[in-house]
């Protein structure tokens, strides 16, 4: 009981400091998390005092890391004083200005480049789903035995999705070398089945949100070689074989 008086005290004494403050920033902010004040609180102060808010890619990852709710975060978006271009969504603040994927490197983000790929059935797609979409195994090709992008463990990639897009809509895949291109296997829809081998090259990963529409996703447990990023609506049509998608894909180096 008396350490929650004298938290409370403190954050009282902090929120007090805090209101003669000319300008609120970032540091203020998880101090006042850190005391325990609530949301609603502190999004009042933010809204009733002047702000100079750092929102970068990096600056949205630390608030979020450290426990900021996201209606603090968006309260800080609102109000901030910063000069516009930092108050942008994150993936623009990250040079993200289209929907792609992007990976960090000497601290700025960069576009992961997409390569083509075609696909491969063998003729007929096994079905597993009826309700008129055909869905089943198939085959991605890629050209060349190495992606353009090396890349070393741990990775950071920012996936900036189109709307109504959900990070696990992603996929992950292991690509594997055959014959002078890159190989890997997956489905179309989006349906995920054992029966035909199709989580055989499929990556478990996780994406965090961090703004509307921008994942931030860690992957830090690659083994050097070949692997892509495959986005969802890659391929959705039973004569696949005739169609071409991309990837973004990439090289983990020793």
Known sequence: MQRVFIRLLTGLFLLGALAFCQTLDNDSILKMVKAGLGPDLIVTMVQSQPGNYKLGVDEMIALKSAGVPDKIIAAMQAKGSAPPAAAQPVAEAAAAREIGVYFKRDGEWKDLLPEV?????????????????????????????????????????????????????????????????????????????????????????????????????????????????LPPGANTSSSAGAQMGKLYSFSIIE
Do not use: C
């Open 117 to 229: 790929v075609n696909w491969k059935t063998g003729g007929v797609l096994k079905s597993v789903a009826t309700v008129g979409i055909v869905k089943g195994d198939i085959n991605g090709l890629v050209q060349g035995t190495n992606s353009r992008t090396k890349l070393a463990s741990p990775v950071e990639i920012l996936i900036y999705a189109p709307e109504g897009v959900a990070v696990t809509e992603y996929q992950l895949l292991k690509l594997r070398e055959n014959k002078g291109y890159r190989e890997f296997r997956t489905v179309t829809g989006g349906v995920m089945h054992v029966a035909g081998g199709a989580t055989r090259d499929l990556i478990p990963f996780e994406g965090k949100k961090i703004a509307s529409r921008t994942f931030s996703v860690s992957l830090s447990n690659l083994k050097p070689g070949e692997y892509g990023i």
